[in-house]
């Protein structure tokens, strides 16, 4: 079992930056990989941003490229999203989730655990 709480959602204005956290337990983490999703009212869960159990690899979504970055603490507990150059249209519930494997890691239904989300909404 993966327990995932996130945080660190807020009202932000344009051009604003907010940094996401996603705290991550469970006797098995070593075996997952974390991504992060944004899901906004009325349409389909996003991808948004990967990275590898090491930290070495990293994958992001064409519209959040340049301007967020995912990352990991050393204990491997942690995982981050530090969102610059924020737009209104990146309003949305991001979540963090667990997958066992790289392949297809930008597939929601692939993920094995979520977590409850936490809301970022950008004023213009």
């Known amino acids: 079992q993966v327990q995932l709480v996130e945080s660190g959602g807020g009202l932000v204005q344009a051009g604003g930056s907010l940094r996401l956290s996603c705290a991550a337990s469970g006797r098995t983490l070593s075996s997952y990989r974390m991504g992060w999703f944004r899901q906004a009212p009325g349409k389909e869960r996003e991808f948004v941003a990967a990275i590898s159990w090491g930290g070495g690899s990293t994958t992001y979504a064409d519209s959040v490229k340049g301007r967020f970055t995912i990352s990991r603490d050393n204990a491997k507990t942690t995982v981050y999203l530090q969102m610059n150059s924020l737009k209104p249209e990146d309003t949305a519930v991001y979540l963090c989730?667990?997958?066992?494997?790289?392949?297809?890691?930008?597939?929601?239904?692939?993920?094995?655990?979520w977590g409850q989300g936490t809301q970022v909404t950008v004023s213009s």
């Open positions: 989730g667990a997958v066992r494997t790289w392949f297809q890691v930008e597939v929601s239904d692939r993920y094995d655990y």
